[in-house]
């Protein structure tokens, strides 16, 4: 994979000829993700698709719900860093129900409570207090992002949840399991890119680079509807088959 990666690297080095000014990297971007999309359709996406094949969809959901629970630990913090005070008592709420009465957040109670999700991040909290995104950066198996989210993501990975839990064998299967859950929860959204979108790229890109705008705003002064939602633009898991 390094010298996957590191091939995608050398190959980006070549100019666009009339750049998007949000992507002035687009040539190393685009090779980079090839890159990923090789790794994906190789490793992540067979494994996503034997996890739902297998697996329940009560179950897959209360996985998910799990790692959206541990999720809202971490919006809840940068919420408060970013005096959305509304939004912090709203996902302090949403922990407490979850964990409490959702069986450590495998049922989201806090849903069915009518409690809104407010998710946020370290690289929104900066986007808060002035800093812009940066370039569009396409990270190696990480994906979609900008330098500014790049640059504070060793911050947002202190402030998982999961990077405190010991073993270190309990830790890893903790992560692989995340990463497993999200891309089965991506398997249809990638389906309906692969058939709809001219160009892949241009369309992802501009989709995350939307979502990460819309999520830093305000709508109309009004900080609690910052971030609001579920599903953060992204569409629904496919269904059960």
Known sequence: M??????????????????DPRDPLESYNRSMTRFNDEVDAMVLRPVAVAYQDITPAPVRTGVSNFFANIGDVWSFVNNVLQLRMEA????FMRVNVNTFMGLGGVLDIASELGIDRYKQDFGLTLGRWGMGTG???????LGPSTVRDTFALPVDFKGNVVSYVDPVSARNSLYALRVVDTRANLLRAGSVLDSAALDKYSFTRDVFLQVRSQAGEA???????????????????EPPR
Do not use: M, R
Request: glycine letters at 14%; one cysteine or more; a negative charge.
């Open 2 to 19: 390094l010298a996957l990666a590191g091939a995608a690297w050398l190959s980006g080095c070549a100019t666009v000829a009339n750049p």
């Open 88 to 91: 912090a008592a709203s996902s």
């Open 135 to 141: 370039p569009y950066l396409v990270l190696p198996i």
């Open 219 to 237: 709508p109309n002064g009004n900080d609690a509807a910052d971030g609001a939602g579920g599903n953060d633009g992204v569409l629904p898991e």
